[in-house]
């Protein structure tokens, strides 16, 4: 009698938890805090952090993480803002490079220094081996405010049959991609040298620092973005689109598909756009390496980083930020932001992810071999200078670099706008 009563108390349990769209939990999970984590996750991206999420539920019992897709990040970023109008945050979310400030102006968000302790397993040995560019996008006020999660660099993608075809090597500079136009066109190949994203904003803030423009400097004490050295490099990109060296996506929206079936090329990207162009290489027949993106000018190598972080909510009980701390660390394992970065096209975040028998063991594979120049490239990425405001100054950007592109707009007179929006923005941010 009491195995059948133990029974109808599991089934009703059940239906109950099913009906109600909770989730089932065994009586540890019960007993233990639980981190509500808020995500924007999709498809094959969605399936790799649910296992990474069920794996770090499985090695411990003090915390179950909860994890809730809000859809895209532009959603997420909506729903975080109406909980935090309601009080029913969640204890961590996925941040992009924009809300790591604004949440924390908002005062959403906690610095998370003095919880990256030993016992919730964020070592200083783990601290040490996050790349030094990861860190300082999410590090406002000399604090922590994020650790990062989803990583990427820009990556050059090579049409190798048609460099073959003039006789020309993987250009390194951008001078040998204005040389490489010159030769397709004394080819009579009208394809154009390279590809670029609509408003490649981020590669021309890569080509004024390689000219050694300051830009916005780390501590937001100088910006120089209307020098000589910071617009040359625009004037340098407008002439190469003038003259058919370069294109932009425009209506086909993304460049990947265009560069897949033989449109340029060369074509400059986010390293985890690859899953978007390996499908139409593929069934085009090219042969397709990449490489590392190009230096402007004299100076030295330079990437910058794009993707996601990882915040807590200042709505969170000192046991849940233990948690998170705890997941975040988990995550930053080796083997962990090893096969993150390879079910998704992202980077580890850690050398030790870098140096795992797991991510040398993929670049060695035909689908790995293609992240050897993004890997490479961690070594000098950064990310960009984070303040208040920035994510109006990129659209703006990018509307002012069209501007030049297609209406021959003087590169001088935009910048200068868009240097003293930036000076505004940092003024009345301190």
């Known amino acids: 009698m009491k195995k059948i009563v133990l029974l109808a108390v599991t089934v009703f349990t059940a239906l109950a938890s099913f009906v109600l769209g909770a989730p089932v939990q065994n009586v540890a999970a019960q007993d233990a805090v639980e981190i509500t984590f808020w995500h924007a996750m999709n498809g094959p991206h969605q399936e790799a952090i649910t296992s990474l999420v069920d794996a770090f539920n499985e090695s411990q019992d003090q915390y179950v993480v909860v994890e809730q897709n809000q859809g895209d990040y532009n959603t997420l970023q909506q729903s975080v803002i109406a909980s935090g109008v309601s009080g029913d945050l969640p204890t961590m979310a996925q941040l992009t490079a924009s809300t790591v400030v604004d949440f924390k102006d908002q005062g959403l968000t906690i610095a998370l220094d003095e919880h990256l302790t030993e016992e919730n397993g964020f070592t200083q040995e783990l601290r040490d081996d996050i790349f030094d560019g990861f860190l300082t996008g999410v590090t406002l006020d000399e604090q922590i405010y994020a650790l990062p999660f989803s990583k990427s660099v820009r990556l050059m993608f090579v049409n190798q049959d ?40 981020m590669e021309y803030e890569t080509m004024a620092r390689q000219n050694g423009a300051t830009w916005i400097a780390d501590d937001l004490s100088e910006v120089e973005m209307a020098s000589e050295t910071a617009v040359e490099p625009l004037q340098f990109m407008a002439d190469l689109i003038n003259n058919d060296h370069a294109r932009l996506a425009g209506e086909d929206g993304f460049m990947s598909g265009p560069f897949s079936q033989g449109a340029s090329a060369l074509y400059i990207g986010s390293s985890a756009g690859l899953p978007h162009v390996l499908p139409g290489v593929e069934e085009s027949g090219m042969n397709m ?142």
């Open 162 to 201: 048609m460099l073959d075809e003039v006789g020309a090597e993987v250009p390194t500079t951008w001078e040998e991609v204005e040389a490489l136009g010159v030769a397709l066109d004394e080819a009579g190949i009208e394809e154009h040298a390279m590809g670029l994203e609509n408003g490649p904003s």
């Open 289 to 430: 390496v990449t490489a590392e993106i190009p230096v402007y000018g004299e100076g030295d190598p330079l990437t910058l980083f794009a993707g996601n972080d990882l915040g807590v909510f200042n709505s969170a009980s000192d046991e849940e930020i233990a948690g998170a701390v705890a997941f975040m660390s988990f995550l930053l394992e080796a083997e962990n932001t090893a096969q993150w970065a390879i079910d998704t096209g992202y980077l580890p975040i850690t050398q030790a992810g870098v140096d795992s028998d797991l991510w040398q063991e993929y670049l060695a594979s035909d689908a790995g071999q293609f992240m050897e120049a993004a890997t490479a490239e961690l070594e000098y990425g950064r990310s960009q200078v984070p303040y208040v405001g920035s994510s109006e100054v990129f659209t703006e950007l990018n509307l002012a670099m069209e501007r030049v592109f297609i209406e021959d707009a003087d590169p001088t007179t935009e910048m200068t706008a868009i240097e003293e929006l930036v000076n505004e923005h940092i003024s009345s941010s301190n």
